[in-house]
């Protein structure tokens, strides 16, 4: 079972929409919690950084939420853009281990 | 460009032969991870780097590879052998890290292998 669960594997959604993609995860305790955005053959792009008491942090369009109780976060894109075409990957970093943990992200496709 | 940098970005081999990578770091980051994605799935943690010295290696990281970072700059992951598994992009990664804090990790556009 992996560590950091991320739903849906993929999405469809149009131009200008809102969408929330979710991640559930079972590290713990852990140290922070991050949301990457990653194009196609291309480098994971740090979007976002909570550490574990922090709730929610925003980044433009991008706003991450994160619920340590549940142990679930979210990030949610509002008015998406073509350009937001990409896999979103949760990543969790373990408090006794300096090494990331990746989800297998979520693919979304954003439609003119 | 004062990113990370990762050499080459594509490699073909052919099954058996040995490969390297490079990557080279943003110049003031003391961590340097090595990360393994194949299509459709995260990237898989290999190794990490603190300075020069390797401080974890995943049960991922076979006899086959080793990875080095001489003077704690840039890096290498070699790969000997190759099998046609050993296909996926290699990715690495890097960051300042100031106890007890961690700066957000800096992703290379990584080395894509393909053992034919």
């Known amino acids: 079972k992996n560590q950091v669960e991320q739903s849906p594997q993929s999405l469809i959604i149009l131009e200008g929409k809102n969408c929330t993609l979710q991640c559930n995860y079972t590290v713990s305790p852990f140290s922070n919690l991050r949301w990457y955005k990653q194009d196609t053959g291309r480098g994971p792009v740090s979007l976002t950084i909570?550490?574990?008491?922090?709730n929610t942090k925003s980044n433009g369009r991008y706003t991450a939420t994160l619920d340590a109780d549940t142990k679930q976060s979210s990030l949610h894109i509002t008015a998406s853009q073509l350009s937001d075409s990409a896999s979103y990957i949760c990543v969790v970093s373990p408090w006794w281990t300096y090494k990331y943990i990746f989800g297998t992200g979520t693919r979304l496709k954003v439609l003119a | 460009d004062t990113g990370v940098s990762q050499n080459p970005r594509h490699k073909i081999t052919k099954r058996g032969q040995n490969v390297t990578f490079r990557c080279d770091p943003i110049s003031e980051h003391n961590r340097l991870y090595w990360y393994r994605q194949t299509l459709g799935q995260g990237p898989e943690f290999l190794t990490y780097f603190q300075n020069e010295a390797q401080l974890e290696k995943s049960r991922l990281l076979s006899d086959r590879f080793s990875a080095e970072r001489p003077k704690g700059s840039f890096s290498t992951l070699e790969i000997q052998r190759t099998e046609q598994g050993d296909s996926a992009m290699y990715l690495c990664a890097s960051s300042l890290a100031v106890p007890p804090r961690d700066t957000e990790a800096f992703f290379g556009q990584g080395t894509r292998l393909t053992v034919v």
């Open positions: 909570m550490t574990f008491s922090e």
